[in-house]
């Protein structure tokens, strides 16, 4: 006891300057180069809880507790046009109408910058949300938006949405014949390049937990490209994917886009996985809610059995369930439209043909349906094959089951590349695991606060390939592996799950590493990455004990703090681990058949080989 009492001080003073660091000299979390912010590479959490507004102002300080107030610098004082403000209004009158605690959210996020430093206003945040950066002609009659929400100098300018340049995710769900324990299992990642750039909506990554006051608890990804997902909230209500809502517009030109006001997509997401306490009840939500471009709707799911992709937000008949396409407890989507009802969307073009591939949907002429193909067949294969199987091991090794390195009929990714838009990548062989993954989710949600999603930043597979020509995304350090989080009652509870969790990784780490000696190769990196673990538990430990000590946005923060200490501490201890006890990487490895062998019904697009790596 005596000597606990002497190190303790000792210990506190070693760690101090540096835990505080970034609490006091505003220090970002991540790394930067010169003045350049780097992505992390265990992807970041945020947790809020309270009141609207409470959670708003949390919400950005730990924004600039991660990423430092550069990025939020760099647009704020952005002077908005007298047009701009006009169509501002006209978005405020939507959220007002249809999500009015985003208001208060808002103005706690102003508060939280302005105490930070960053001259940001309210207007500026609400830009944000709407998409001002991308600001484009609206093509639309006077009728489109009430007149309650103009003012005589109407604008004829909007804000869409969503991002002109669409990004590709995959996302499945299983559940009843198909899972090992008939629950509900599903996962989702978003596949594109994470740039920390000026824009906190899209570009700066991190998970979120939200433990509201009034409504559903709920944890998502922000900013898997143009929408918001995976998503999971505490009623056992799953939003997998984005869905494949608005894919018609990919094949429009900008003359054919016809975009109006409503409310903020991520908005739409954010209220229905918050209110939603079924899959259906979500369907009727997300409908129901007014989006400017159409282009949000979802793959849902939840654990009593119901799922659907919303393939078309005006076309009832194109809401996508399982069986349409022969699924049986089990549902998938990627970047692509299986709906036969949506066939008008696609257009012919020279050398190109549209087609309709079993299993895999549609074949167009635009590149995210080209690497789509295969990856529907992949998860049609392996969740069709292996039904009963299913369960977190074999969800985990879905994401690390990595296609063959290049495209089987070339020598060199260069010619691969080349011949991938004339050939609409029919030797290529794309799978939902791929370099492109800027973050994937496992979801293993319960009714109550049992539930648990797994997160990784990046792709999960140490060996790995791209989908397509500019999906070789490199990322910086990356761990290949998952953290965990429980969505609890309370972010203290959180907190402490994600403690128990990390306790256990270093205990498993700790195990496997001091198995080598000094005389072993990898025995020195890995001792390097398990104390950085162990730093991150100490930080961690820290930080809990200061939320302890204090009350109400303090302490929630805090905890937001805490916890993302003990999530860096799994992902890096669970890296050192899986160096040294390699994970699942295919089915085999799982003890189960062969992948494309002679016993199975394997689906498989004409004039290719089959769509993954051969046994």
Not at 128 to 133: D, Q, R, T
Not at 286 to 313: C, H, K, Q
Not at 353 to 361: C, K, R
Request: with cysteine; hydrophobic share 35%; glycine share 8%.
């Amino acid at each position: 006891m005596r000597i606990r009492k002497i190190l303790l001080p000792i210990l506190a003073a070693l760690l101090l300057p540096c835990l505080l660091s970034s609490e006091v000299t505003g220090q970002a979390e991540i790394p930067y180069a010169m003045d350049v912010p780097l992505t992390p590479n265990v992807r970041p959490l945020i947790v809020v809880s309270g009141s609207d507004y409470d959670m708003g102002y949390q919400w950005y300080q730990q924004i600039v507790q991660i990423y430092g107030k550069a990025p939020l610098m760099e647009r704020a004082n952005r002077e908005l046009s007298t047009n701009e403000l006009e169509a501002l209004k006209g978005w405020e009158w939507y959220i007002k109408k249809h999500t009015p605690y985003m208001i208060d959210m808002m103005k706690g996020m102003q508060a939280a910058a302005t105490e930070a430093g960053i001259p940001l206003t309210y207007e500026e945040i609400l830009a944000k949300w709407v998409g001002e950066e991308e600001l484009i002609p609206l093509v639309r009659s006077k009728e489109k938006l009430p007149k309650e929400a103009l003012s005589k100098n109407d604008s004829q300018r909007g804000c869409r949405s969503c991002d002109e340049e669409e990004a590709d995710c995959s996302g499945w769900a299983a559940w009843g014949s198909a899972t090992k324990d008939g629950k509900l299992i599903a996962g989702g990642s978003g596949d594109h390049e994470i740039i920390i750039g000026e824009n906190e909506i899209r570009n700066f990554e991190y998970m979120l937990v939200v433990l509201p006051k009034e409504g559903n608890s709920f944890v998502l990804s922000t900013s898997t490209g143009c929408c918001w997902h995976p998503a999971m909230n505490n009623k056992g209500v799953v939003m997998f994917h984005h869905g494949t809502t608005g894919y018609c517009g990919r094949y429009k030109t900008a003359e054919e886009q016809d975009y109006g006001y409503g409310v903020p997509n991520a908005m739409i997401t954010m209220h229905v996985i918050r209110n939603a306490k079924t899959a259906l009840e979500a369907q009727q939500l997300m409908l129901s809610m007014p989006s400017a471009d159409g282009r949000v709707g979802g793959a849902w799911a939840d654990v009593y059995g119901t799922a659907f992709v919303i393939e078309n937000r005006d076309n009832p008949r194109a809401i996508r369930k399982p069986g349409d396409n022969g699924e049986k407890d089990f549902l998938y989507s990627t970047n692509n439209l299986l709906s036969k009802e949506l066939a008008s969307c696609y257009k012919e073009s020279p050398g190109k043909p549209v087609e309709f591939v079993e299993h895999a949907g549609w074949l167009g002429h635009i590149g995210a349906s080209y690497h789509s193909i295969t990856r529907n067949l992949g998860l049609w294969n392996t969740l069709h094959n292996y039904s009963g199987h299913v369960d977190l091991e074999f969800a985990k090794m879905l994401w690390r089951f990595a296609p063959d390195p290049r495209p089987t009929r070339y020598a060199t990714f260069e010619e691969a590349d080349a011949a991938y838009e004339k050939t609409q990548a029919r030797a290529w062989n794309s799978h939902v695991s791929e370099q492109g993954n800027a973050m994937v989710g496992i979801l293993m949600p319960e009714n109550g606060n049992n539930g648990r999603i797994l997160i990784s930043q990046g792709c999960a597979a140490r060996i790995n390939y791209a989908q397509s020509p500019t999906a070789r995304n490199p990322r910086i350090a990356p761990t290949y592996t998952f953290y965990e989080v429980q969505l609890d009652a309370t972010a203290e509870k959180v907190a402490q799950d994600s403690r128990t969790r990390a306790r256990y990784d270093l205990a498993y780490a700790d195990r496997e590493l001091r198995k080598l000696t000094y005389h072993d190769v990898a025995y020195a990196p890995l001792d390097k990455l398990y104390n950085e673990a162990a730093t991150e538990w100490q930080k961690g430990q820290y930080y809990l004990g200061r939320a302890s000590a204090t009350k109400g946005n303090e302490s929630v923060i805090f905890l937001g703090k805490a916890t993302r200490a003990f999530s860096r501490t799994q992902g890096l201890a669970r890296q050192v681990y899986e160096t040294l006890v390699p994970p699942p990487t295919r089915p085999e490895n799982l003890g189960l058949k062969p992948w494309l062998g002679a016993w199975g019904d394997w689906g498989k697009r004409e004039g290719t080989p089959r769509n993954q790596v051969k046994p």
